[in-house]
C-alpha cells in the first residue's frame, strides 16, 4: 500500500491534525474542504475561481457521471479532469449513497445493485467492480469502494446484512484495482455499520485491515441529532489508524467541520455550502444569513468584511438582496464564491490554529460567536 | 445642445458609418451593441467579464430598477453605476415598453400613464417627468424619454393618438431635463409612429427637431415580418439627421444588427444573446446552434473556433451539451460569455469593415454562411 498522507504536526489538546496528501493532481493541505462538482462543475462557479479561491481538491459523482454524459463521452476526452477542465485533484464517490437515496426502485444482490435512474427511469447494474472501472474512466485521484447505504431507523439484522454487503464490495473493490495495471487513483474503502456501536466497531476495524492508501467514514450526517453525529464520529475515529488519510463524507457546515477537525479528520465534502448559497444564504463568523431578508434592503455592507471573495469586495448586501429578489442568477453566483471561499478561509484558519497549539480554544471561540446570532 | 456623437468614417457603398459617442462613463465606439441589464445585472455574466470582453455600454430597465430595488435603494447608493459595480456607461430605458407589454391594467393620460407591477399587482404611476427624474436618480448615461408603445396591429386612429402622446411626452421630457441643473446624463428621445409612413415621418421629423443630443427608433422588431422591419427601419432612417446617436431598440441577432449598421445606425440593444444562451443556444458564423442537440454528444470542438471567450478556449461543445443536459447554471453562464463576445467581435469586424469601405461586401458573406445551415 502506498502511504500518501504526511502528518505535519499534531495539536496540542485535540486530535485535530496538519498534513499534506500527495496525489497524482498535486499536493492537498489539510484539513480541507471539498466543493462539489456533481455533473463535473461545481454550480454556478467558474473552475477558475474555484482554483483561485485555493481549492485544489474537488468532488464528482460517479452515479450522475455514469448516467450523464457517460463514459463513453468522458472517456473520449480521457477523464474528467479534460473534459470539465479542471486540472487539480477529484475525488469520485461510489455512487452508493445517490443508489439508495434517490428515487427509484433498486435491488440489492451480493454481486451488486440494480436500480433506475433518477432521470430516465432506466435500469442498471453496479457491481464493485464496475464502479471501480467507471472511475479509472474517470480518472479520479481519489475513487471509494461501493457501499450499501442505510438509512438511520432500520433494524440491527438489516444493517448487519447491508454491512457484510459493504465489507464483501470493499474487499473485491481493493482486489479489483490491483488487476488494473495503469491504476492511478487511490482507493478509499468506507466504514458503515448504520448507528449500532459494534457494527461501527467492526467495520471500522474492516476498513483499517484493508489495504487502501486511505479510510472514507459514511452514514453519518444523515439526519440524527448532532450528538449522536459527534458520538459517532468519534467513536469510529478512534478506531482508525493515524497513517492514512480520513474522509467524512457529507458534512459542510462550519460547526460539523470544525467537530470533525477536533477528531483528527481531514478532508470533508458537502453540497451545502454551494445550495445554500443559490438559495441566498450565506455563512459569516456570525453564523449564516438570509440575504433575501428585507433587514438588507439598505445595507451598504459587504456579507463579511474582511473577505476577499468578489460578493464581499464588490458588491454591498442591499445588492445582493437584490440579486436575490428578482431571483437574478448572479446572486447565486455571488453567494457560491462568497461560501466556498469562506469555508477555505475558515480551514486556513482552523490549521493555523493547530500549528499554534491552541484548535480547542480557536473552536470553543468560534462556535461561540457562530451561534450567538443564531439565537436572534 | 451639446454634440455627444463623432463620426470618424462612412462606408463608401452603404450608410454604415463609424463613430464614437462621449459619454458621462467615457467613450463608446460605434456600431456598438449594448448588453441588457434589466435589474442592476447582466444575466448570468460578472460586471467585470462584460468590461473584459470589451463593452463599455450597457442597458439597465427603468421600470424594473424603479419596482425593485427601488430609486431610494440606488438613490443611496448614488445611482445605478455604484450600486451595480460597473463603472462605465449605462443607458436606461423609459419603460414605456414594458408598462405596454407586460401584463398588468394600464391607463393612459396626457398627463402620464398608470400602472400595474408585474410583480405585485400594486399600482403606479409614470410622468414623462418622473421617468426623467428616475433615471436621473439612477445617473443614467443615456436616458429615454417616456414614449406610449403599441402593437403592430392597431388602426391607424390608435397609433395618432398615441403618436400625439407620445410627441407631447417628448416635449416635456425635453424641457424638464432642462430644469434639473445637474443632469449630467443625455436625453434620446424616440421615434414611434407604428407601421404607418406618415405617421414614422411626422414622428421622425418632430423627433429631429427636438433639442436632443440622440435619437432612437422604436416599436421595431416587434413581431413585423423581415421585410417589413428592414423597410420601416430604412424608411425613417433617412429622415434623422447625421450629426445625432441613431440608436434601434430591440435588436439583436447578426441579420438585424447588420440590416440597422448598413442604414447607419450606431447603437443597440437585446435581451436575445443573453436570454437565448440561457436556453442554450449559441452564435456562430453559420447561424445559431442548440448545444442540447444530440449531435455534440462527442464533439471535442468549440463552439466557434478563434473565439475568444472562456467556453471556446476552454470547453467542448460535448461539456457545453452535458452542461444543459444536467440543467447546470454553468451552461448558461459560459453561453452567455459566448454571445456577448461573439456580438462583440461581430460589431469589431463591422467596423472594421467600414473602415475598408467594403462594408456590403462583408455583410453579403456574412450573411450567405449565417444562412446557408439554417436549411439543414
Not at 504526511?6 to 484539513?31: E, F, M, W
Not at 469520485?92 to 440489492?108: E, H, N, Y
Not at 460539523?256 to 441566498?280: K, N, P, S, W
Not at 461560501?339 to 471561540?365: P, S, V, W
Request: include cysteine; hydrophobic fraction near 35%.
Amino acid at each position: 500500500m502506498r502511504e500518501i498522507f504526511v502528518k505535519t504536526c499534531q495539536d496540542a489538546s485535540t486530535k485535530a491534525r496538519n498534513g499534506y496528501i500527495d496525489l497524482p493532481h498535486g499536493r492537498v493541505i489539510t484539513p480541507a474542504f471539498m466543493p462539489v462538482g456533481t455533473n463535473g462543475t461545481v454550480k454556478g462557479i467558474y473552475h477558475d475561481k474555484v482554483e483561485a479561491i485555493g481549492y485544489r481538491l474537488i468532488l464528482g459523482n460517479t452515479y450522475h457521471l455514469y448516467l450523464r454524459p457517460g463514459t463513453d463521452v468522458i472517456g473520449q476526452f480521457g477523464g474528467l479532469h479534460e473534459f470539465s477542465n479542471w486540472n487539480h485533484n477529484i475525488l469520485t464517490d461510489s455512487g452508493g449513497f445517490q443508489i439508495f437515496s434517490l428515487p427509484g426502485l433498486r435491488k440489492v444482490k451480493k454481486e451488486g445493485v440494480s436500480f433506475q435512474s433518477h432521470i430516465d427511469g432506466s435500469r442498471h447494474f453496479f457491481s464493485p467492480e464496475k464502479v471501480v472501472d467507471i472511475q479509472h474512466i474517470l480518472g479520479s485521484d481519489i475513487a471509494m469502494t461501493l457501499d450499501y447505504c442505510t438509512p438511520p431507523d432500520i433494524t440491527y439484522k438489516k444493517a448487519i446484512e447491508a454491512l457484510k454487503i459493504t465489507e464483501e464490495w470493499g474487499q473485491r473493490s481493493v482486489d479489483h484495482v490491483k488487476s488494473i495495471s495503469d491504476f492511478r487513483g487511490n482507493l478509499f474503502a468506507i466504514v458503515q455499520g448504520n448507528f449500532f456501536r459494534d457494527l461501527r466497531k467492526e467495520s471500522a476495524e474492516f476498513v483499517s485491515s484493508l489495504d487502501t492508501p486511505g479510510i472514507a467514514i459514511g452514514g453519518l450526517s444523515v439526519g440524527e441529532k448532532p450528538e449522536v453525529f459527534k458520538d459517532f464520529l468519534a467513536y469510529t475515529m478512534d478506531m482508525l489508524p493515524e497513517n492514512k488519510p480520513r474522509y467524512v463524507m457529507g458534512i459542510g457546515s462550519p460547526d460539523y467541520l470544525l467537530e470533525a477537525v477536533q477528531d483528527g479528520v481531514d478532508i470533508f465534502d458537502c453540497v451545502m455550502a454551494t445550495r445554500m448559497a443559490r438559495h441566498g444564504t450565506v455563512f459569516t463568523d456570525d453564523g449564516p444569513i438570509s440575504l433575501s431578508k428585507a433587514q438588507w434592503a439598505f445595507d451598504k455592507g459587504p456579507i463579511e468584511s474582511g473577505c476577499t471573495c468578489d460578493a464581499c469586495t464588490r458588491y454591498s448586501r442591499a445588492y445582493l438582496r437584490h440579486m436575490f429578489k428578482a431571483e437574478e442568477m448572479f446572486g447565486g453566483m455571488l453567494a457560491t464564491e462568497h461560501n466556498l471561499t469562506y469555508l477555505y478561509h475558515l480551514m486556513e484558519r482552523t490549521r493555523e490554529a493547530i500549528q499554534k497549539g491552541c484548535f480547542a480554544d480557536f473552536k470553543k471561540d468560534y462556535l461561540e460567536r457562530y451561534y450567538f446570532k443564531k439565537q436572534d
